[in-house]
């Protein structure tokens, strides 16, 4: 038989990855940590997970639109924040932009992007959020910010489950470097836009080490709330108790995230963490998750037990590295399409009309 | 050691299909939608079950009739509808009407047969169903029912669990067509006979897409019901609250069926669907099941799960493809068999006889 | 390394026995019926129970004598029946009878042996038990009885779960027959003591649905009783509500279980059955539990869960095709040295010390 | 690609100790004890468990030191006892011994060490604990505190799940021996530093069942606590039961342990068994659990469900096989890393802040 090779699914796109990106480059974006149980349980977790669908509701115009901080997105799918994406494609974060901006959707821009700031919110015409890893060095932060906000950036992303890097052994085991013309640009004028060299471990890990804030507390993010004068999302929030937290102290909104499974391994699968964290939030600020999103059929799942929206990361990667800003595009296209028919098949015209109803017990 | 190539159960069966079919052909039967999860979930689902069977009941008769919508049938076991049966033996619908025939059972032909449903009803001295896709054109569908009555149908089982086809991956790679030979003859008159061509997909999807009708409601069910002058089943309920509304429609039986895992990837099995349906209908309409039956043991689980009877679909197929009519006789006499020897084992000699009692809590 | 072939485990007497047998007589003893689910879950059921084990009781003489049905016995174990032992060694049932005579312990002869039960008793000084399948012919069935009692043993142990033969589906495509030389010579005088040629599938099959009562109810388990005027135990038990009625009929003892994976497929592991008989039987009479013992570690859980006593089918057999009585006496040997050292491990000198505190829930 | 090997953790330590150690002491130290499924069970256990992580702590400190038993030692890991570890490395149990002083830590020193204890703790400046078996010769074992107590160790731990030996079939293969040139130093002047030689079986089981004493009872536990005059730890607690007595009998501490699966097969995870026992013992006395540490995550996990501290036993040999002190040093580095790592990923900031609260529900 001669099958014809189509890109019909993220697997497809994921398979074609590993083909052609450079080994390290490769290692780093599908790293777990440790021994990569949580990697595997966000995807595995969703398997779990059976719809109970509905029928004989029209769904012969299915909306996927959706609100998320006001602005209106065509559907409810986001790219999480990825650094380095020039290792996986030449434009790196401008091929990533340009497709956001394509799918009239939100990217959320890494602190450690190969690009800087002002270029990506020059490439997307709808939407960009701007990831910020706080540095002990407060100016260092506080200029990130100032920059993203004088880039146009809607919101600010503050990664709080990486006080220190996970322990992504392949890495290590590689000496992960960046390569020479690589720079993380937002880091230019502060000085800390090459990764340590020949520190004889992950040099990304050494990085994390000598220059994140280990010491950012609930206090802080008030703190940076005030400074950054822009709506403050919380990224890597497992435990209902800091969703809680996160509403008292004024976040704007969070994301239930493992970190694709990159920081403590063993750390409950994203999409088993948010019924608790839906229940705890009651509604009251917006819930993003992400971790082992592959299907539309995923992001039915994660709707329905409370997220506003889900986010991609290694699906984007994989997408930039097979054809770049035409593939990122792919992946979106492919993910609304995916989605579009399983809320058609679950008898769901429109976002509001998915609910816990849709979801078996166990 | 030279065994003989017995054709003991449907296993058989199915690796002879296997080897026999055109791959495309094979392809179509076999698929589950996206990771087909719930294609295979359908099986497993019945192997988590346990039985607790009973002893020293009189089973030195055991008697498997049983009584669907007025109808005796030999066993608690039709045929659900399958498309396209053209492709899997020369004499497609007919033979499988014949064997349903022979068998004192039931048929359900479906709309895409490539055999006129006049036809298939001549060949059926027992009792032709007509599965209807309801159509985006209100005249098509009425002529279709309009025939299915007048050919002497008993009965019409909506689909409803398809506004859209499930994305058959391997249909869409094989750019999936009916042979050149086959239409699907009760929609000539329709002009909607062959399936589109160079769609660059699955030219079934793209019929489905361009012509079925998506917005298909409750509302549209009694007034189908109405002009159908025939009791009205629906298939492809997997919810409770569905099976409620069915009731409260006026709906004369339901099948709990996920389409064989070809539609929403990710619902549960619909073994799994069973119980609550079975609690939610309380007896008021009989519930036929579909989905992973393979065993005469699995027919019992079902009835005492609630079922009245059970449909099959691709081992019908298999059957067909391996010897057409006597194979698909075969395939409902082995079935029959199990299920006779595992009510006699579990203590059951009749129908009524089986309960929710002989099923062990996990 | 040169690791001489101790005989340490039962797996290592399975795994000669693989090796010497004749293909069709391992088949016959190795199947279970249909798909085999049971047959593999009574061994995994055993596993999925873990122990709580107890510590700092004396444990310097531990004692597994045990008493059943009044007789005091070496260990809680004994042999179940089984079917035609004279294909796995030409001294069949009376090695094994030997081997439980050796052991000071009840061996259940079968009807169907290749050994008439005078010379099994015989060859027993300890204790010998009729296994009774129940004949149509009520005169012959009467015969067997009379015969067993005459011959001095102690008890009749009715199989009620099997009024037809489970579909052992390599049996069948082996056209399974019992080899020239050797006969079922309890049945010689009522002249059916050789199994039916030709048949197309398995003779043993055949020879039950010809001639076994499928009629048996709880009403001639009262009658049998009295014309046996021995205690009367009913092997095959699963259901509580069997248990609760066994025990309303005046029954002496209950065999739990499945007949080695052999009858209904689907049904529950023996051991997981055991709690709820174990709660309706309350004491009143002995529990025997067989199927899947493997170790002595499984005849600890057992008897914590309910059972008085466990019976080994498969490993009989094992140990008699190995070495004849020698084997046997091995296999028993290995499973008291197991249980001896499980119950010290869990702190039990004795079996009144074993009680279900020793296992842990899920 | 040419990775360099990095001895990045345990798995690394344990494939290096699988290539270097003699086939019958790596078969004696990696054994459970008949199908070993306690010992997989001990690890999958781990895997079972997820945990809940906060965020936005201040984690610019993580301390991991504790207090143990009066004493403060460096992390909450301390090095279980094992036997025979001149087997292991010429060093032996003065490797290791220096290693647990290195890290300011403790060892628990075998019984059946190959070094006596008094030089064991003379290369110690940290802490020593002896582990002790009891003799049925009580004047032995009285012998054996007395010299413990006069080397300067700190606390007596008594095993209490071994009155026997477990079966390892791999040692009764091996019919496994002592190597000539060692003795268990210990017992030497008792007449009992070398294994019986031409058992047939296990050499160390034999000597269990000569030598050590089965009718150990909690009475001897009082008994023995007088004559140490030294805190008492038992070792080998699973079921809250013993946990309680334990309490009432006055021993200062216990450790929740399976032996490393080495004795009862099929007895719970001991990570299981620990949340009964945590809520029976109620923080009156020390918890240690012992069997499956892998990672600094295990041990989080393990704190977080109730231990004080936890010990480590094969990965202390997989170092010492490898490169002696420097290898045992290398184990205790990478557990105390990884546990630091992982509480700083989990928002602990010490040990003090280690809750279950941490851990999800199933």
């Known amino acids: 038989m001669n099958i014809p090779e189509h890109m019909l699914n993220l697997y497809d796109y994921e ?40 029928v004989l509701n029209d769904v012969s115009n299915v909306i996927t639109t959706t609100n998320l901080g006001g602005k209106t997105i065509s559907s409810p799918l986001i790219i999480s924040p990825t650094a380095l994406l020039g290792m996986a494609h030449p434009e790196g974060e401008l091929a990533v932009a340009r497709a956001a ?12 992007a190969n690009t800087p700031i002002e270029d990506v919110t020059a490439s997307n015409d709808s939407s960009t959020w701007f990831q910020l890893y706080v540095y002990k060095d407060k100016e260092a932060t506080l200029t990130l910010i100032e920059r993203a906000k004088n880039a146009g950036c809607k919101a600010i992303v503050i990664t709080v489950d990486a006080p220190f890097l996970g322990q992504r052994e392949r890495d290590v085991r590689n000496q992960f470097q960046l ?4 720079h993380m640009s937002n880091l230019h004028a502060l000085g800390h836009s090459k990764l ?7 040099g990304l890990a050494h990085y994390f080490e000598e220059l994140i804030n280990k010491s950012l507390t609930w206090r802080d993010i008030s703190w940076l709330k005030q400074h950054a004068d822009l709506p403050i999302y919380l990224k890597g929030i497992l435990h209902p108790k800091d969703a809680q937290l996160a509403i008292e102290h004024g976040v704007d909104g969070i994301i239930v995230s493992n970190h694709g499974g990159r920081q403590l391994d063993g750390s409950i699968a994203s999409i088993n963490a948010l019924p608790a964290i839906s229940k705890a939030v009651n509604k009251q600020i917006p819930i993003i998750l992400d971790g082992g999103i592959r299907r539309g059929s995923d992001i039915l799942k994660a709707l329905a037990l409370g997220a506003q929206c889900v ?33 058609a098949l679950a008898g769901c015209a429109n976002i509001s009309e998915i609910s816990a109803d849709l979801i078996a017990e166990l």
């Open 15 to 54: 398979k074609a990855s590993q083909n052609t990106l450079p080994p390290s480059a490769n290692d780093y974006y599908r790293s777990g940590s440790m021994d990569e149980y949580t990697l595997a349980d966000n995807m595995t977790a969703f398997q779990r997970i059976k719809f109970l669908p509905r």
């Open 101 to 112: 901006s394509a799918a009239n959707n939100i990217m959320i821009c890494s602190t450690m």
């Open 179 to 182: 390569p020479e013309h690589l």
């Open 311 to 343: 986010g991609i990361g290694r699906p984007v990667i994989w997408g930039l590295s097979h054809s770049g800003q035409h593939g990122v595009e792919n992946i979106l296209n492919i993910l609304q399409s995916e989605l579009k028919l399983a809320m």
């Open 196 to 202: 340590p060299d020949k520190v004889g471990h992950s």
